[in-house]
């Protein structure tokens, strides 16, 4: 017999599921809270970067270079590089990874990604 939606099937107790997140305390001491700075002026997000019509430099590379496979990274990854470029509009591939090194991306498109961001750095810069 089945166990009713949402239960475990017998012997198979919430405690003893693996959650591959880990507990909460585990997920703390893992990666502790990230210090977060004062926001002072407008914030832009993804929505404001560009419009169909018009991409952003970085949305434009990002597709060019099929950087974003499932897309799940791709927001974080566009907005941290878009903030890396604004402080240095000629980064080497060693400080593109240090500036996105925040994000992981599942679909292990990094090397994509760098070279989306170069990309689009020489293109801002022209
Ligand atoms: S493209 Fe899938 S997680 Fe980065």
Redo the contacts with the bound molecule.
């Keep these: 017999m089945s166990p009713p939606v949402g239960q475990p099937p017998p012997g198979n107790s919430p405690s003893r599921t693996a959650n591959p997140l880990g507990t909460a305390a585990a997920r703390e001491k893992a990666a502790p809270p990230r210090q977060t700075a004062a926001v002072k002026g407008p914030v832009t997000t993804i929505e404001g970067l560009g419009t169909l019509d018009k991409l952003h430099p970085l949305q434009r590379a990002f597709i060019e270079e099929q ?8 927001n974080g ?1 566009v907005m941290s590089a878009k903030a890396l470029l604004e402080r240095n509009p000629a980064p080497t591939a060693s400080q593109i990874r240090q500036a996105l090194n925040g994000h ?4 292990a ?1 990094h090397n994509r990604i760098v070279r989306a961001v170069q990309r689009a750095a020489k293109e801002m810069r022209s």
């Design positions: 950087a974003c496979q499932c897309g799940y990274c791709g990854m992981l991306c599942r679909c498109s």
